[in-house]
């Protein structure tokens, strides 16, 4: 696991395996942990090492590359309508898509399994409670918005002392739509640029699949390729099977930011 400071009193720490990252705020009298990874050891022994307060927990969105280390906590926030007792409607994708390539291609079963058991959400002990609107850390206040579209309760942490916002997957280079069906991609562009005035005076998004973060100007370049999406322009996606619709990526070149890829549904794409 790799560990960088990249605010005052904020870490980002990132695993080896599929590269997400999880972010340390460290305030005056408690931490704020956002997202668990896949919970590996070696990661609460540096949480350890950077901090002694007492230690708060939130995830993004419940995914299980940003949740499944849940468990080694004893209560974890989370978007409301994200709360396992909401349902995990991602677990029920994962099977399918399991199911799908058990069934119709010659992957052997155990590698399907062994990747299957990285693709569901397992809870454990840890308690969920819903997302406050402000975490407060002593002498640093972290502020909440919701963000619904990678998943129903996909959550933005702002630190405006340090101009920053925490978002997850909830904008990216390489957006998933499909994880969030009743998603379009219209609406969620609107909801983005209602957001970019709510960000007005903040400076970067850190997401959870890059080492460096997006200017706040990226907002605008997202929400353009979110509208430019169209059936007729994107391409469909054969490696994912078992799902209501086949995938396809719409690709849009921004000329400062460069290629936004789009990952969703036919239907989504309105």
């Known amino acids: 696991m790799r560990t960088r400071k990249i605010e005052p009193n904020t870490y980002m720490l990132t695993d080896a395996l599929v590269h997400v990252n999880r972010f340390l705020l460290i305030g005056g009298e408690r931490a704020l942990l956002l997202d668990t990874g896949y919970g590996e050891e070696s990661m609460t022994r540096r949480l350890r090492r950077l901090t002694g307060l007492p230690l708060v927990v939130a995830n993004t969105h419940l995914h299980p590359d940003h949740s499944d280390g849940n468990k080694l906590f004893d209560e974890v926030f989370v978007g409301e309508a994200d709360l396992p007792c909401r349902g995990m409607p991602s677990n029920e994708m994962a099977r399918s898509v399991a199911a799908h390539f058990k069934t119709n291609t010659k992957v052997p079963r155990r590698i399907v399994d062994k990747v299957l058991n990285y693709g569901l959400i397992d809870t ?59 998603l379009t991609l219209s609406g969620y562009a609107e909801l983005w640029l209602d957001l970019a005035a709510r960000l007005d005076g903040y400076e970067r998004i850190w997401i959870s699949h890059h080492r460096h973060p997006l200017p706040i100007e990226w907002i605008g370049a997202f929400a353009a390729a979110l509208k430019a999406a169209v059936p007729e322009r994107s391409k469909p996606l054969d ?15 921004d000329e400062k930011f460069g290629v936004i890829r789009i990952f969703a549904y036919p239907s989504q794409m309105r």
């Not at 490696?239 to 070149?253: N, Q, R, S």
Request: net charge negative.
């Open 239 to 253: 490696i994912v099977g078992g799902l209501p619709e086949t995938v396809h990526i719409f690709k849009y070149d």
């Open 124 to 182: 454990g002990t840890e308690k969920y409670s819903p997302m406050p609107d402000v975490f407060e850390l002593g002498g640093r206040t972290i502020e909440t918005l919701p963000c619904p579209g990678h998943t129903p309760g996909s959550t933005l942490f702002l630190d405006s002392a340090a101009r920053c916002v925490f978002a997850g997957d909830a904008i990216n280079p390489g957006f998933w739509a499909f994880t969030s069906p009743g």
